[in-house]
């Protein structure tokens, strides 16, 4: 049987078609989420599956953030009874370990994960850093962004904007959208001494319970969650357990919903 002709051109042309139509789709969203390690693709996940428009920028060419690594490169999570109901939503398989640590393999997670957002509708654009964000009169109204290739190798060149009803910073301990919003946009953030708090050390059980408590508006238009909700508000670390980040996903979308509708 004789193949069908294949154009190099046509290819080029397909992937630049379809890329550009989801760019230009995701200039104006409900919800734009920065960083897509679990937290960010959990509250993508459900704020898509509620009908809301939302796009999610990773500065990485991989989705995940610190997922896949487990624990010091062991590939295994642990997650904890209350949060396995959100594994449950995705499909991702666990076992239990002991009363309330469960285990589930890091990579079958993050892929799952990645899975259910993108199906579930959420625009993921990996390979872009966002690096400001837009601002009107003491609101944030959408963000900055740029190919993370230009911002690693420090090329000058002028970034896009995208507008969005509401951003999360997704970002993990970096917690780098809220450090633009204290440096760059006028007014306080919404902790006790107006500034980023900054994260503390290890302590495991404070840290899954403050990371949901923790995950919040923390600016006009700008809510935290995942790490970054701990490193803004002044919470623990605790290293290799997620249930926290998945709950702090589910809470920020709950809310977001709410407030969109
Ligand atoms: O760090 P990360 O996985 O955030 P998370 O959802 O989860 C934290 C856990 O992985 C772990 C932990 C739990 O025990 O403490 O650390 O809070 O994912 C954050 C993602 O944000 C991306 C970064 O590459 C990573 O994939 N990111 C950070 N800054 C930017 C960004 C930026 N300016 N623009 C785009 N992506």
Not at 83 to 93: E, I, Q, S
Not at 118 to 140: K, L, P, T, Y
Not at 166 to 194: N, S
Request: glycine share 12%; aromatic share 8%; proline share 3%.
């Amino acid at each position: 049987m004789e193949q069908a002709a294949l154009d190099e051109v046509i290819i080029s042309r397909a992937i630049i078609d379809r890329y550009i139509e989801k760019l230009r789709s995701n200039l104006e969203t409900d919800v734009v989420i920065v960083g897509g390690g679990p937290s960010g693709l959990v509250a993508g996940y459900y704020l898509a599956k509620a009908g809301k428009k939302v796009a999610l920028f990773e500065r990485k060419l991989s989705i995940g953030g610190g997922m896949w690594g487990g624990g010091m490169l062991f590939n295994e999570i642990v997650v904890q009874e209350d949060a396995l109901h959100v594994l449950d939503d995705f499909g991702v398989r666990y076992r239990k370990y002991e009363q309330n640590y469960y285990t589930a393999d890091a990579i079958e997670t993050v892929a799952t994960l990645t899975a259910g957002a993108v199906r579930a509708g959420v625009c993921i654009f990996n390979c872009v850093s966002v690096e400001d964000v837009m601002m009107r009169s003491e609101q944030i109204t959408g963000l900055v962004i740029n190919w993370s290739p230009v911002e690693m190798s420090g090329l000058h060149v002028d970034p896009l904007s995208v507008r969005a009803r509401f951003v999360i910073d997704a970002t993990g301990h970096a917690t780098e959208v809220v450090k633009v919003v204290q440096r760059k946009v006028p007014g306080k953030l919404d902790t006790p001494t107006g500034q980023i708090e900054g994260e503390k050390s290890m302590w495991a059980e404070r840290a899954e319970n403050d990371t949901v408590r923790n995950t919040r508006e923390i600016f006009p238009g700008l809510y935290v969650t995942g790490m970054a909700a701990n490193a803004t508000f002044g919470g623990p670390r605790m290293g290799p357990i997620f249930g926290g980040m998945l709950l702090s996903g589910v809470k920020v979308a709950s809310e977001l919903i709410h407030r969109l509708s």
